[in-house]
């Protein structure tokens, strides 16, 4: 009987602690080395993490960066050097439920870009536009106004491949279950693993710029900091509220006059071309467009950081 018994134990441990997952991830001398250039401020009660560079001189130019789900600020590091020696101030910031910063059950990331807007005396517009842009992948390039503290002043606006339209956007089978589902959300939270989590990001890159094992783990180990992958179910829904809020937010892009663009990776199976991109430039006429080589996809930043650069830095050049 107590070899039986011992012989569930040796089963059972290593069981719950790979749905508890212990241990967790340890962070790679780069990721390490990101976390340690960063800081923290504190939003209702919460910790935000958020990195910022001071550049070149002679500038006022301030750009801020917002990465998008399910990863962090790190997703600007193939672009951060080349940003920093060409604007003022470069500032980046990990949402509530993402990366470094804290992990609550209810995201408030809708608000945070005003917040770190605020704390750095940057000078705004509305806060409609704050809240649409909160769920993209964007390059803000702002002037500081210290006669304005705490509001934000925008003179233009570069974005990505982020889901601006719900009737175009295409969310992975994970995805769609977790932000609908209160029951399973919980099991498969815990139950989705390295394996798991490498093939489903995977997909979103094209198949000639996947990231290497490395960034998987480095992906990965930003999601799990903290327990990050234990409040995704609460995360996602932004894109129950994308649906819900979609004229008030893309109404804000199509009724801006600052100068506009996109930077879009076609291969993107989230955003999917044509018809992400002939939706944009119907719904957002203002806006000039750099579509980037056919193998590009969802994360355009990391897969082709020199024609992103070359595609943002013609773009501002250019008014």
Not at 56 to 64: P, R
Not at 97 to 111: E, M, N, R, T, Y
Request: with cysteine.
């Amino acid at each position: 009987m107590r070899e039986w018994w011992l012989h569930v134990g040796l089963i059972c441990v290593p069981l719950v602690a790979v749905y508890l997952h212990i241990p967790p991830p340890q962070l790679s001398p780069a990721l390490q080395k990101w976390h340690n250039a960063g800081q923290v401020f504190h939003f209702r009660g919460s910790r935000i993490f958020y990195r910022e560079s001071y550049g070149a001189l002679g500038s006022s130019d301030v750009v801020i960066l917002l990465h998008g789900f399910p990863t962090s600020s790190y997703d600007w590091n193939k672009i951060w050097d080349p940003l920093a020696q060409r604007f003022h101030r470069v500032i980046a910031l990990d949402f509530l439920g993402f990366g470094f910063s804290d992990k609550p059950v209810s995201s408030l990331s809708a608000s945070l870009v005003g917040v770190t807007v605020s704390l750095h005396q940057i000078s705004t517009s509305s806060s409609s536009k704050r809240q649409s842009l909160s769920w993209c992948l964007c390059v803000g390039l702002c002037r500081s106004d210290h006669n304005r503290t705490g509001h934000l002043t925008l003179n233009s606006l570069c974005l990505s491949n982020g889901g601006l339209f719900p009737e175009t956007h295409h969310p992975r089978l994970l995805q769609r279950i977790l932000k609908d589902s209160s029951f399973l959300a919980p099991v498969l939270m815990r139950l989705t693993n390295f394996m798991i989590f490498q093939r489903g990001i995977g997909e979103v890159f094209g198949p000639y710029t996947q990231p290497t094992d490395a960034e998987f783990w480095d992906m990965w180990t930003g999601l799990r900091y903290n327990d990050g992958n234990l409040v995704l179910d609460s995360i996602l829904q932004y894109i129950n509220q994308r649906l819900k809020h979609r004229d008030r937010w893309v109404g804000a892009l199509t009724s801006t006059f600052i100068p506009l663009h996109m930077i879009y990776g076609p291969l993107d199976p989230v955003n999917p071309h044509p018809q992400f991109i002939r939706l944009y430039q119907r719904q957002v006429q203002r806006s000039t467009v750099t579509v980037l080589d056919e193998h590009i996809s969802h994360y355009p930043q990391l897969e082709d950081p020199t024609g992103f650069l070359n595609a943002y830095f013609n773009f501002i050049h250019s008014f």
